[in-house]
C-alpha cells in the first residue's frame, strides 16, 4: 500500500491496519442478492454485476470489474492450466508412496508383509493403519524402555502390550479391529482379547427452562447452528454444577433448579474454564462463547420473568484473540499443491477445480459443497454464492476457473455442481486433502481447507492495486474486523517494512 505523501516509504502493518479501518467506516456493504437467480434471464446478465461496474456517485468510484478480473487472474503468478509433464497415477500412486516413503521405515518384515496385504484399500485407510502402527511401536518401545529400532516381531508378539494400547489411546472399534490383524500376524494361533469399553453417553438436554431461552432464540430467528452451540454450552454448565457442588450432585441436569444457581457458582465456572484453555484442553475461542451462552441463559430467563435475578448482569466474558497469524503457503508450495492434485486425485478436475474457488476467489469449503450449476454465468463469467448470512453475492470468475468449467462435459452440467450428497462428498474431500498436504510436503500448523481463504485475503492484501475498500468486497465481509484477521505478515516482511520507514520527521 503506498503512502501518498512519502512515496519511498513502505507502511508497517499497525498502519496498514489504521488505513484499513480509516477507509472501511463508510464502505457501502457489498452488493447482496435476494434471492438466488436464473442466470438464463437477460435481465440477470444485464443487472447482476453492478457492484463491479465502473459508477460514479459523487466522489467515489468503484472498481470496474476488469480490473478485479486482472487483479484475481494475476493473484498468484501461477497458471494452473497446463498439465505438468508427470504422469498421472491415481489412488494407488498415493499407496505406494506411502508404502515407499514411509511403510519402508517399519523395517520389521512382520509388519511390512501385513502392510503389503492391505496395499489394496483406499489410500486414506491406508495412511490410518500406518500411523497406528507407527504410534504402537512408539508405545511398546516406551513401555518396554528400548529403543524404537529394537521393537521387533519379539515384542510385537506380546497381547499386554496390545491391550494396554487400547486401554490408555481409547481406540475406536475400527483401530481396535486393525491391531487385532497385526497381531495375528505375529501370533496366528491365538485370539486377542481386548476388554470392551464401556461408552458413557451424555444425557440429552431438555431442562424445561433452557428449553424456553432457547425458543426465544428461534423466534428472534437465530441460525440452527447458534441454537445447537446454546444448548450444548447449557448442557456442559449443568453437568459441571452437578458433578462440582454437593448442592446440585442429587439432581440430574434437566432438574437442577437454576433458581439455586448464584453469582459465585458462575464465577467459579468462569475459572474452570480459563483452566482448561490453560491446560489447551479447549482453545480461548470455544472457552468465550461457551460462557456467552450460559450469562445469556440466566438474562433471558431474568427478562421472560422465570428468574427473579439475573445472577450473571455483573460477571465480565471471557476475552479471546480473534487474531491468530497462520503460515501462509509461497507460489512454489501452491504450485506443488496442485501437481499432487492433479497427479493422485481420483477426479482431478473436480478437486482442482473445488481448491480453486477456494485460492482464487476465497470461497468457504461449505459454500463450495453446496454449489450447483445455476449459480455460475459462463456467459457473463460470473458466479452467484450464498455466504454465511444467507445472503448472495456476486463475484467475477477468473480465467483458471473459467478454463476449468469448460473442461466438463455439458451433460453433467445441471443440478449439483459435484452431484454428490455434501456431508459424504465433505468427509471425502477431507480425508483426501489430508494425503494431498502429505504429498506436497505441506507442514503448516493448520493447513485445513480454511488455509486457502486466508491465503486468498492476504494475497489480496498484498496486490498493489487492491485498496481496503475493495479487499473488504472481494473477501465478503460486512466489517473490517473480519477481514482483518484474515491478513498475515511475516516476520521477516514486517521487518523489510520497517526498514524502509523514514523516520526523518524534521
Request: glycine share 2%; charged share 20%; aromatic share 12%.
Amino acid at each position: 500500500m503506498e503512502n501518498e505523501t512519502k512515496p519511498q516509504e513502505t507502511l508497517n502493518l499497525t498502519e496498514i491496519m489504521d488505513e484499513f479501518s480509516q477507509q472501511l467506516k463508510e464502505t457501502a456493504e457489498w452488493n447482496q442478492e435476494e434471492k438466488d437467480f436464473p442466470w438464463n434471464s437477460s435481465s440477470t446478465q444485464k443487472d447482476s454485476m453492478e457492484c463491479l461496474d465502473t459508477e460514479q456517485s459523487g466522489k467515489n468510484v468503484t472498481t470496474s470489474k476488469m480490473k478485479v478480473v486482472d487483479i484475481l487472474n494475476g493473484l498468484y503468478e501461477v497458471d494452473f492450466q497446463y498439465e505438468e509433464h508427470s504422469p498421472y497415477l491415481g489412488p494407488s500412486g498415493i499407496t505406494e508412496w506411502i508404502s515407499t516413503n514411509l511403510v519402508s521405515q517399519l523395517k520389521i518384515q512382520g509388519v511390512l508383509n501385513w502392510f503389503h496385504k492391505h496395499s489394496n484399500e483406499m489410500p486414506y485407510n491406508f495412511y490410518q493403519r500406518f500411523l497406528l502402527v507407527s504410534d504402537f511401536i512408539t508405545y511398546c518401545a516406551n513401555e518396554l524402555q528400548i529403543e524404537v529400532k529394537s521393537v521387533d516381531a519379539h515384542v510385537l508378539s506380546k497381547p499386554h502390550l496390545y491391550t494396554s494400547y487400547v486401554a490408555t489411546i481409547g481406540l475406536n472399534k475400527k483401530k481396535i479391529t486393525m491391531l487385532s490383524s497385526l497381531y495375528r500376524r505375529f501370533q496366528p494361533f491365538n485370539e486377542l482379547i481386548i476388554p470392551r469399553a464401556i461408552k458413557i453417553i451424555a444425557p440429552s438436554l431438555c431442562h424445561p427452562l433452557v428449553e424456553r431461552h432457547l425458543q426465544v432464540l428461534k423466534k428472534h430467528d437465530r441460525t440452527q447452528g447458534t441454537i445447537n452451540a446454546n444448548k450444548l454450552a447449557c448442557r456442559d454448565f449443568l453437568a459441571w454444577l452437578c458433578r462440582t457442588y454437593r448442592q446440585f450432585t442429587v439432581f440430574n441436569i434437566n432438574d437442577v433448579p437454576l433458581h439455586l444457581i448464584t453469582q459465585p457458582h458462575l464465577l467459579e465456572y468462569r475459572l474452570y474454564l480459563k483452566r482448561k484453555v490453560k491446560n489447551k484442553t479447549t482453545d480461548d475461542k470455544a472457552a468465550s462463547n461457551c460462557f456467552y451462552y450460559v450469562r445469556a441463559l440466566f438474562k433471558s430467563l431474568h427478562q421472560l420473568s422465570l428468574l427473579q435475578d439475573d445472577v450473571a448482569s455483573d460477571i465480565k466474558g471471557l476475552p479471546f484473540e480473534n487474531y491468530h497469524y497462520r503460515d501462509i503457503p509461497s507460489i512454489e508450495e501452491i504450485q506443488r499443491f496442485f501437481v499432487v492434485v492433479r497427479t493422485y486425485s481420483p477426479e482431478p478436475l473436480v478437486h482442482l477445480l473445488v481448491y480453486s474457488l477456494m485460492l482464487y476467489l476465497g470461497f468457504r469449503i461449505s459454500e463450495v459443497t453446496s454449489l450447483s450449476w445455476e449459480n455460475f454465468n459462463q456467459s457473463t463469467s460470473r458466479i452467484s454464492i450464498k455466504g454465511k448470512d444467507g445472503k448472495y453475492s456476486v463475484m467475477p470468475l477468473p480465467e483458471q476457473i473459467k478454463f476449468l468449467l469448460k473442461q466438463f462435459p455439458d451433460e453433467v452440467k445441471k443440478g449439483q455442481l459435484f452431484n454428490k450428497q455434501s456431508p459424504a462428498f465433505y468427509q471425502h474431500l477431507y480425508n483426501y486433502h489430508q494425503l494431498y498436504c502429505l504429498l506436497a510436503g505441506w507442514t503448516f500448523e493448520n493447513h485445513g481447507f480454511h488455509l486457502f481463504r486466508h491465503t486468498y485475503i492476504t494475497k489480496l492484501s498484498e496486490h498493489p492495486q487492491c485498496t481496503p475498500k475493495l479487499l473488504m468486497k472481494l473477501a465478503r465481509h460486512v466489517k473490517s474486523a473480519s477481514t482483518s484477521i484474515y491478513i498475515h505478515r511475516s516476520s521477516e516482511a514486517l521487518r523489510q517494512a520497517a526498514e524502509k520507514i523514514n523516520y526523518n520527521l524534521s
